[in-house]
C-alpha cells in the first residue's frame, strides 16, 4: 500500500517511520482494516523496538483505543515461555468472536509480531488466525553485526575468484 486514507504517502525508512504523522497514518489503516476483516489481523513490525515505539504513540494518541473497539489486542511477548499462553489467548478469543458473530462489538483479534521474532516462523496462521497480514515496513540486516560482516568478508574473498 502506497498511500494511507488520508493520502500519505506511507514511507517506513528509518529517517521516516518514527514521525507521528507516519505512525498516525498507519493507525488509521490498522484500524480502518480492524473494522472490515473479520478474524485475526496479524501485523507484523520490523523490530521489537519499533513495535514498542508505535505501540505507545497509538496509546497516547487513541488508536489503541479505535481498535480495540473491534479486536482484541495481543502483542508478541519476548520471553519464549510466554508464546504458547499468548497464542492460545489470541486463538480463543478469535474463536469466540467468529462463533458468537455479531453478538459481540469484537470481531476478532489483532496480533502485534516482529519479523524474525518468534511467532514468525513455524506458526500457521490459517483460516480466522489470519484473515488479513500486515507487513509494516520492511526488516533489514544490521550491516555492523559480527555474522553479517563476516558472512560478507567470505563472500568477497570466494566471489571475486569466480567472475
Known amino acids: 500500500m502506497a498511500h494511507g486514507p488520508s493520502g500519505l504517502q506511507m514511507d517506513f525508512t528509518y ?6 504523522r507516519t505512525m ?5 489503516i490498522l484500524t480502518n482494516t480492524s473494522n472490515v476483516v473479520p478474524g485475526g489481523l496479524v501485523c507484523f513490525f520490523p523490530s521489537y523496538d519499533y513495535e514498542k515505539v508505535v505501540y ?5 494518541t487513541g488508536v489503541i483505543s479505535r481498535l480495540q473497539n473491534r ?24 474463536e469466540k468472536a467468529c462463533s458468537e458473530g455479531s453478538k459481540l462489538s469484537v470481531n476478532g483479534a489483532i496480533l502485534f509480531c516482529v519479523v524474525g521474532g518468534k511467532m514468525s516462523e513455524g506458526i500457521n496462521f490459517s483460516d480466522n ?35
Not at 529517517?15 to 507521528?20: A, V
Not at 505507545?56 to 497516547?60: L, N, T
Open 71 to 94: 479486536k482484541q489486542i495481543f502483542r508478541e511477548p519476548r520471553k519464549a515461555s510466554q508464546v504458547d499462553q499468548v497464542l492460545g489467548q489470541y486463538s480463543a478469543c478469535i
Open 129 to 163: 488466525l489470519g484473515r488479513c497480514i500486515v507487513m509494516i515496513g520492511l526488516p533489514f540486516a544490521n550491516i555492523k553485526s559480527p555474522e553479517l560482516k563476516e558472512k560478507m568478508d567470505y563472500l568477497d574473498a570466494t566471489m571475486v575468484n569466480t567472475f
Open 24 to 28: 498516525d497514518e498507519l493507525g488509521r
Open 15 to 20: 529517517q521516516s517511520r518514527d514521525l507521528p
Open 56 to 60: 505507545s504513540h497509538w496509546e497516547k
